[in-house]
């Protein structure tokens, strides 16, 4: 089956920095890509997707790339609050089927 | 939030017993995943169902089940209860027949704790 690998497992990062969390597949056939924002006893939550005939998206503050080729695809948050501090998670599906990442706990300091 | 649903909120069972967990997709989705997400771990894919049929399974033994009924719920259940079966139980719904087929949204989970 598909095996997602997801670093950095912890990220701390000033208030108005940027922070990167990277993740890679082994999977040809995943052809969809979504990030999860998980908080403290919430569920995850779909915060940006992108999929595999695209290697670009962005929305406001975060941004994923893909790299089809090197199979790994990454999240970019700019102008971080600590409101995003929260754990994230990084998923890749084949047939429709999702396999995560074991997430990246950010803490934005104020 | 979104319209997926799932009961009960917490579980406790002993080791060996049997249990059922219960999922309400959202309205007008088609197919349901369910993930086992130990403490610190991310989710890890247990099977989903489309259509009322197991389309997919993950890593998991043979004494973890489910169910998908005409509409759309589902039920997991697990047997013979082991300790590292604790864990918080995610179920996720999509509707693979739209343009949005690829968007999973996932319920509140069951936290369930076998002692």
């Known amino acids: 089956g598909e095996n997602v690998e997801q670093h950095p497992s912890t990220l701390s990062v000033q208030e108005g920095d940027s922070a990167v969390i990277k993740c890679t597949y082994s999977d040809s056939a995943s052809n969809y890509f979504p990030w999860y924002k998980q908080e403290l006893g919430k569920r995850p939550q779909l915060i940006i997707d992108i999929r595999s005939n695209v290697g670009e998206k962005k929305d406001q503050r975060i941004a994923v790339t893909l790299n089809k080729t090197a199979k790994h695809f990454s999240l970019h948050i700019t102008e971080t609050q600590p409101e995003d501090s929260a754990v994230y998670f990084c998923?890749?599906?084949?047939?429709?089927?999702?396999?995560f990442g074991t997430g990246t706990s950010l803490t934005v300091i104020p | 939030e979104t319209g997926v649903t799932q009961s009960p909120t917490h579980l406790i069972k002993t080791r060996g017993q049997q249990v059922t967990l219960r999922c309400s997709s959202q309205?007008?989705?088609?197919?349901v995943s369910w993930y086992q997400q130990a403490l610190g771990q991310g989710p890890q894919f247990i099977f989903q169902y489309y259509r009322e049929e197991e389309n997919g399974r993950g890593n998991f033994p043979p004494r973890f089940s489910g169910l998908q009924f005409p509409n759309y719920s589902s039920e997991l259940n697990v047997n013979a209860l082991e300790l590292d079966d604790s864990a918080l139980y995610l179920c996720?719904?999509?509707?693979?027949?739209?343009?949005?087929?690829?968007?999973?949204?996932f319920g509140p989970g069951t936290r369930l704790t076998v002692t």
């Open positions: 996720a719904s999509t509707n693979r027949s739209s343009a949005a087929r690829y968007e999973q949204y």
């Open positions: 309205s007008g989705h088609n197919t």
């Open positions: 998923a890749a599906s084949p047939y429709y089927q999702f396999y």
